[in-house]
Nanobody, 125 residues
Framework: QVQLVESGGGLVQAGVSLRLSCAAS????????MGWFRQAPGKEREFAAA????????TLADSVKGRFTISRDNAKNTVYLQMNTLNADDTAVYYC??????????????????WGQGTQVTVSS
């Protein structure tokens, strides 16, 4: 069973940066595409970023392009989400997810097999 644990969330002011981490255990991390999703209060969960097993392919939501970067370190079984120039619209619970079926990144939450518990990011304006 794959376990995912997110960390790095918090309360920050608009304009600053934050880096989220997601540590994986219990599976073959280097074979999984990984994704970050987020859910704001009263809204549906939405895709933010995804990365292929090798890190060679990345997909970003239009709302975060130019501000967020996703990366991974397979030696550490960890995927990261670097978030720059945060604004109030980025306030959400951020979840990482693992796709154990396909190695290429996808924006569809239904494709992901394992999910973390989430980490709260709150941006004050």
């Amino acid at each position: 069973q794959v376990q995912l644990v997110e960390s790095g969330g918090g309360l920050v002011q608009a304009g600053v940066s934050l880096r989220l981490s997601c540590a994986a255990s219990g599976g073959t991390f280097s074979r999984y595409a990984m994704g970050w999703f987020r859910q704001a209060p009263g809204k549906e969960r939405e895709f933010a970023a995804a990365i292929s097993w090798s890190g060679g392919r990345v997909t970003l939501a239009d709302s975060v392009k130019g501000r967020f970067t996703i990366s991974r370190d397979n030696a550490k079984n960890t995927v990261y989400l670097q978030m720059n120039t945060l604004n109030a619209d980025d306030t959400a619970v951020y979840y990482c997810a693992a796709d154990a079926t396909y190695a290429v990144p996808t924006t569809d939450a239904r494709a992901y097999d394992y999910w973390g518990q989430g980490t709260q990011v709150t941006v004050s304006s």
